[in-house]
């Protein structure tokens, strides 16, 4: 069982930055796919980004590509989630997820443990 822990949300205005952090529990930590997922109020879960075992591969959703930036450091067991240039529509609970596979995906169906999430309010 993989724990996941969120952290570094919190309220910002439009055009600011935001660090998320999400740690592991699992001391294998590089032998599993990491992604972030985000909810807004009345809308389904939906994918944002996503980092391969070793952070060579990395995919984002076309909404944050080029604001955002997925890294991860193995060592420390932390998937890391960069936000700049922060909008009110990317106000959502940021979530990060494993997956028990070396290799990424988009696909939320396909991650195997979720962290409760932390919540990114941007104002206007």
């Known amino acids: 069982q993989v724990q996941l822990v969120e952290s570094g949300g919190g309220l910002v205005q439009a055009g600011g930055s935001l660090r998320l952090s999400c740690a592991a529990s699992e001391r294998t930590f590089s032998s599993y796919a990491m992604g972030w997922f985000r909810q807004a109020p009345g809308k389904e879960r939906e994918f944002v980004a996503a980092i391969n075992w070793s952070g060579g591969v990395t995919y984002y959703a076309d909404s944050v590509k080029g604001r955002f930036t997925i890294s991860r450091d193995n060592a420390k067991n932390t998937v890391y989630l960069e936000m700049n240039s922060l909008r009110p529509e990317d106000t959502a609970v940021y979530s990060c997820?494993?997956?028990?596979?070396?290799?990424?995906?988009?696909?939320?169906?396909?991650?195997?443990?979720w962290g409760q999430g932390t919540q990114v309010t941007v104002s206007s």
């Open positions: 997820a494993a997956r028990g596979r070396r290799i990424a995906t988009s696909n939320r169906h396909e991650y195997d443990y």
